[in-house]
Structures are given as C-alpha cells and as structure tokens.
C-alpha cells in the first residue's frame, strides 16, 4: 500500500514563499517519478512539476518553483516562490508505479496524496 501525504499548504501573500512536502510510504520516491499537480476551484487538474533522475516543470511555474526530494526521509519537496494569485489551488502529489520517464499527464500516474491547499491573497 502507498501512500502520500502533502503538508505545507497555507495562506501567503503575493511574492511570498511556501514550501510543500510529500512524505512517502510503501514506496521510495528514489525509484519512482514523483509530480505535483494543482486543483484550482472549477478548472481540470493541471501539471506544476515533476522529478525523477531530471526535473520537468510547467511553463507557468519555471524560474519559480523547484521540486527536489530527500532519499533519506523519502519526501518529496515543492518550493514555490514569488507567488501569485493565480498560483491558489489544491497542490496533490502523485506517484508513478514502475516507470523513470517524466510525464505531465495525471492519467500517468498510480498513486495520489489528499492535497493541501494554497491560497495566495493579491
């Protein structure tokens, strides 16, 4: 059984940082392509970042956002910068099961955590 679970969510300001994390269990995110996706209110979930043994990031999040992860405490990080309004959503982390090529398509990917949301105030 794996599981994900995001913390980190919160309310900032515009230009202001949050760091999400995606703790892992059942599954070490060394040997899985581990994404973030965000949910905003009446839009589809859309792609932000993702990270295996390279990272592939959104257009609309690049020079902004890093996904890293730390092998030790099997987590996966997401560090937004400069936010913006546009950035509010549900963030979810995913995992793929079986597979190294870095994929923006949510159907791609097994496994999901419970989201935690972002609100960035204007």
């Known amino acids: 059984q794996v599981q994900l679970v995001e913390s980190g969510g919160g309310l900032v300001q515009t230009g202001g940082s949050l760091r999400l994390s995606c703790a892992a269990s059942?599954?070490?995110?060394?040997?899985?392509?581990m994404g973030w996706f965000r949910q905003a209110p009446g839009k589809e979930r859309e792609f932000v970042a993702c990270?295996?043994?390279?990272?592939y990031y959104a257009d609309s999040v690049k020079g902004r956002f890093t996904i890293s992860r730390d092998n030790v405490k099997n987590t996966v990080y997401l560090q937004m910068n400069s936010l913006i309004p546009e950035d509010t959503a549900v963030y979810y982390c995913?995992?793929?099961?079986?597979?190294?090529?870095?994929?923006?398509?949510?159907?791609?990917?097994?496994?999901w955590g419970q989201g935690t949301q972002v609100t960035v105030s204007s």
């Open positions: 990270i295996s043994w390279s990272t």
């Open positions: 995913a995992a793929r099961r079986g597979a190294t090529q870095l994929t923006s398509t949510p159907a791609r990917y097994d496994y």
């Open positions: 059942g599954r070490t995110v060394s040997s899985s392509v």
